[in-house]
């Protein structure tokens, strides 16, 4: 695991809206995900075998252990970065999981979902992207299918930065406990950043259970971006998904 590539896309995710090189990347056209490994040597690991996202499938039962939640009303600034609209946490928030604890960094959204769950697609994904003090990333995704409004989306969408490169500070506070349901089982599988610099060795746990959003709120989403921004599945190769 290469931790200065983890570190890297973790802070691409929170600050950039082209990644830490300077080389633009796109979802769609000649920089579009399937040439994201030869836009630069920094991007290689976009071509690797342990890719995500995934579609979920051949499931392994397995007693995986719960997670521990401790959120607080730690999100203060929204933003658009082109590539998504991402929230920005204070420290001070985090999980637990088998004795590691993974502060949580920021969460974003993809419309429609990166990953599947056996075959499935869903018109929206949260990622609540977590990383530990040795830079180890763990991302939490979140499935929504279309229905009510979701109240963190709600309050998180008052300010909704709607060109690429605007920045808002959230005037209602916000808990990530908002996109969680209530049932927290999860799928678990080993995988990549989702985005350049696409590092491996990120720990991946999909809820099982899906939130709702209305179509109001995911059509604003996209109407910020102007474009899809999920990566298509990758191929999960040897890899096991546990539940």
Request: aromatic share 10%; net charge negative; hydrophobic share 35%.
């Amino acid at each position: 695991m290469n931790i200065k590539m983890l570190s890297t896309g973790l802070l691409m995710l929170s600050t950039a809206a082209v990644a830490g090189s300077g080389h633009e990347w796109g979802y769609s056209g000649s920089t579009g995900p399937e040439n994201w490994a030869q836009l630069s040597g920094d991007y290689a690991a976009c071509g690797g075998v342990n890719q995500s996202p995934v579609n979920l499938t051949g499931f392994l039962e397995a007693e995986l252990a719960p997670i521990n939640f401790q959120y607080q009303k730690g999100a203060y600034e929204i933003l658009n970065n082109g590539h998504t609209v991402q929230v920005n946490y204070k420290p001070g928030s985090f999980m637990e999981i088998e004795g590691q604890r993974f502060e949580l960094k920021q969460f974003h959204f993809h419309a429609p979902s990166e990953n599947h769950i056996n075959g499935e697609s869903y018109p929206l994904e949260a990622h609540l992207v977590h990383a530990d003090k040795a830079g180890h990333l763990a991302v939490v995704a979140v499935m929504f299918t279309e229905g009510s409004d979701n109240e963190g989306i709600v309050k998180a969408w008052q300010q909704l930065p709607e060109t690429k490169g605007q920045k808002n500070t959230l005037t209602h506070p916000i808990s990530v406990n908002e996109l969680l349901p209530k049932e927290r089982a999860y799928y678990r599988f080993n995988g990549s950043l989702t985005t350049p610099p696409c590092s491996e060795g990120v720990r991946w746990y999909v809820i099982k259970q899906p939130m709702q959003a209305s179509m109001p709120q995911i059509k604003a989403f996209a109407d910020a971006l102007g474009h899809p921004n999920n990566r298509p599945v990758q191929p999960l190769n040897a890899r096991q998904v546990l539940q």
